[in-house]
């Protein structure tokens, strides 16, 4: 299933997951985001994490700007 891709550092990543509400805790600092695992093409796996925008989105497309994003190695 395609769930498609992001930009990171001049690759292009391949979302291999349905992103996923998730808490987040970096720092001590708590907060409320969606999450997926992605590869890019020699196989090194990313974290990428959407924050939420509006918690009581009916739809799941509206929770998150998806355009805007934040990758972390795994």
Do not use: F
Not at 54 to 64: I, K, R, W
């Amino acid at each position: 299933m395609d769930y498609g891709t992001v930009q990171h550092n001049g690759k292009e990543l391949t979302i291999t997951e349905q992103p996923y509400p998730h808490t987040a805790v970096d720092n001590y600092i708590v907060s409320d985001c969606y999450q997926a695992i992605a590869e890019d093409d020699e196989g090194n796996e990313y974290m990428v994490r959407w924050d939420i925008i509006d918690s009581d989105a009916e739809d799941e497309s509206d929770a998150c700007d998806w355009e805007k994003y934040s990758v972390k190695a795994v």
